[in-house]
């Protein structure tokens, strides 16, 4: 919190709001964000680097001393800081089954090493589990030289650490938001969005919208509000893709108190206002209408959606939408007290 | 009802296999209209569509859906497939019409969640 507004304690609607809003579109992409996270993490930062060696000329059976007392299940073996191999659980189950406990490390190790390199992407260790069948891998240095061990848990580990770093630095991010209006003093602070909305451009329709809404949930706007605010101004992006001559520009400005939003375009312009209100009056294209929009029912979706919505157009010239929605106090964490 | 029985009652395949399914979904509806969609549902449902654009998943992320059904075995756009996985929707194909499908996820038990103005 910025020292130079006044202390004061959280309401319950506060805190309860910033615990019980839903994170829907961001929760189910920590899916794809694992995958991800296999190519961003390095082997480095998930392996194990403090680890237990064995020596050529030792007994087994101190081997099995060392994986007993650590409970691990193999160790590399260094010969003189060179890697020469790795003994694991079953090569000590065949020297058991040999009889022969006190036979040496270098009788029984396995000297075929998969090894990986520390600064590669755990995806290449995931890769050589498969591959090798093995449970534990070797991680050298770009010299070669012994850098630790890596497992399938410490991956799994690493893994969900990284989703936890970056749930907290969402669940931060949204929290410095909320608090954008408390911390900066001012007599009227508003944050205004702007957008450029190409005509045509209908791969692209809507990013816009779920910008605004998503910075509008970050901001701590309740959910209903969110909500609204994104389906009136999906809308009012839609009409500019659909409908004017070079597209325009989409802004939302944002305010304690209330949210406004507007379309500004420059053309071709609005013959009859009265006519473009009315539930199922249209002049889409059939290619629109293929895609589910041209309805006609937008800009009447739009008054539904918000308090106050105003339409200016000269034909010629362009269009100016506004729509407002005004934030009520006890329903937002937008609202100062 | 979870969503993952609705892809059984659907006879559905996901088409989002890394999206968990594991998600509950209060109530359904069905629309070709991007409009209507926007007008007419309550949050939290699931969207039957004959519609396979990208638009469909931003209709679904602004009215706050949790999935989408393509009905009569339709497959979605590349655009439509990468933008559901970024925005984390989950996407189906069922092999049935919009009434049939719509009359076996009611009799199974899912709401009908359309309504007569914004919630």
């Known amino acids: ?337 | 009802m979870n969503l993952t029985k609705i892809i059984k009652v659907a006879d559905g395949v996901l088409l989002t296999p890394d999206i968990d399914t594991d998600i509950e979904i209060r109530g359904g509806y069905g629309a070709d209209l991007m409009s209507d969609v926007l007008a007419f549902s309550q949050p939290e449902c699931v969207l039957l569509t004959g519609l396979t654009n990208p638009q469909v998943v931003r209709t679904a992320q602004m009215a706050d859906f949790r999935a989408i059904i393509f009905i009569r075995g339709k497959k979605p756009q590349a655009e439509t497939l990468s933008l559901a996985l970024q925005e984390g929707i989950p996407l189906i194909s069922s092999p049935y019409g919009m009434f049939e499908l719509s009359a076996r996820l009611h009799k199974a038990g899912l709401p009908s969640f359309e309504s007569n103005g914004v919630s």
């Open chain 1, 1 to 337: 919190m910025n020292p130079m507004a006044s202390p004061r304690a959280l309401s319950e609607q506060e805190i309860h709001g910033r615990r019980g809003r839903p994170i829907t579109d961001r929760d189910a992409t920590d899916i794809s964000r694992v995958e991800e996270l296999s190519y961003e993490l390095k082997v480095h930062e998930v392996m194990t680097s403090d680890v237990r060696v064995a020596a050529p000329d030792m007994p087994i059976s101190e081997v099995l001393e060392i994986l007993r007392t650590n409970r691990i299940s193999g160790v590399p073996v260094l010969d003189n800081e060179r890697l020469a191999g790795v003994i694991s659980i079953e090569d000590i189950v065949r020297a058991m089954r040999d009889g022969k406990l006190s036979a040496l490390v270098s009788e029984y190790m396995t000297r075929k090493l998969v090894t990986v390199l520390s600064y590669d992407p755990i995806f290449k260790a995931l890769q050589a589990f498969t591959e090798s069948r093995l449970g534990r891998l070797v991680v050298v240095d770009e010299n070669g030289r012994l850098a630790g061990m890596i497992t399938k848990g410490d991956i799994t580990r690493g893994v969900l650490l990284a989703l936890q770093r970056d749930y907290k630095e969402e669940e931060l991010r949204r929290y410095r938001a909320s608090h954008l209006f408390e911390d900066i003093i001012s007599d009227r602070t508003t944050l205004v969005l702007r957008y450029n909305i190409k005509a045509q451009d209908f791969i692209h329709g809507g990013n816009a919208s779920s910008h605004i809404k998503r910075a509008l949930l970050r901001l701590g706007a309740d959910p209903q509000i969110a909500r609204r605010c994104g389906i009136a101004v999906y809308e009012a992006e839609m009409n500019l893709i659909i409908h004017t001559n070079r597209g325009g520009i989409l802004k939302t400005e944002v305010e304690p108190h209330r949210i406004t939003m507007s379309t500004v375009d420059d053309g071709p312009g609005i013959p009859n206002i009265e006519q473009v209100l009315q539930a199922g009056y249209s002049t889409a294209s059939e290619q629109v209408r293929e895609m589910g929009f041209g309805a006609g029912m937008g800009l009447v979706n739009i008054k539904r959606c918000v308090d106050k919505m105003e339409i200016e157009s000269a034909v010629g010239k362009g269009t100016r939408l506004t729509m407002r929605i005004h934030i009520p106090e006890q329903n937002s964490s937008l609202q100062k007290d």
